[in-house]
């Protein structure tokens, strides 16, 4: 039994290989980019809206609004980054329908790289919002001895985004690799659709995270400067 798709090897060339995850990667990046195109080629302002057209509003419109009630302030400035997030984890977790398909979300280098996407993401946010200065000050809040505590809940939350996502995922496969061996049959389509429902929610908790991340990011010096002030719209109604 496989517990990564890196251990399914399709070409190698010394230390070079093709694995499952790239090749799956590739493909998911692939089937995005051209439903995003077909969808997007004839856009209508009109009633006469396509049903896919429809659908990719309620998706954009949803996501957007998710970022506004973590904080955001600007939400459609943080829509492609948080989106893609989004939308590349769900379609690999909806796409372990096709037979042979192994999420590259189960490859621990897959979700490494996308918490590394969002620690670079962070400060990235926090600059544009607070500018250089402000957003490094926000690290010596209230002290000068904060400074290394906070840097290590940098990294700490980076490395949980990408064991919370591998461990689920990977989880969710072997579970249903072991059904299938025992009992091929009803039992396991029951629990490959609760396998997508999981792979959902992982995709919207990862996306939420790292959400709530940038606005703790875009408002940490707002609430330094101002105590009384809230630190996420969470809090507001």
Avoid at 139 to 159: C, D, G, K, Q, W
Wanted: proline share 5%; net charge positive.
């Amino acid at each position: 039994m496989r517990l990564s798709p890196d251990q399914l090897i399709f070409w190698q060339h010394g230390f070079i290989k093709l694995d499952a995850t790239i090749v799956f990667t590739w493909v998911v990046m692939a089937v995005l980019t051209l439903a995003a195109w077909l969808v997007t080629r004839r856009l209508r302002t009109d009633a006469h809206r396509s049903r896919w057209q429809n659908l990719l509003e309620i998706v954009v419109t949803g996501i957007v609004q998710q970022i506004d009630e973590v904080g955001l302030r600007r939400p459609r400035r943080f829509l492609a980054f948080l989106g893609s997030l989004f939308l590349f984890i769900g379609a690999s977790a909806l796409f372990t329908i096709v037979p042979g398909f192994e999420p590259p979300t189960g490859s621990l280098s897959t979700t490494v790289a996308l918490a590394l996407c969002v620690f670079i993401g962070i400060p990235f946010a926090g600059i544009r919002e607070q500018g250089l200065r402000g957003y490094l000050k926000s690290y010596v809040e209230p002290t000068v001895l904060m400074l290394p505590f906070n840097l290590i809940s940098e990294a700490s939350r980076t490395l949980a985004l990408a064991v919370r996502l591998f461990g689920n995922m990977m989880s969710g496969a072997m579970i249903l690799a072991i059904l299938l061996t025992i009992t091929p049959f009803f039992f396991p389509i029951v629990m490959t659709a609760l396998g997508l429902l999981t792979g959902m929610v992982q995709a919207y908790i990862f996306t939420i995270l790292s959400a709530v991340f940038m606005a703790a990011a875009t408002q940490r010096a707002d609430a330094a400067a101002d105590p009384n002030a809230p630190t996420t719209s969470i809090n507001k109604e």
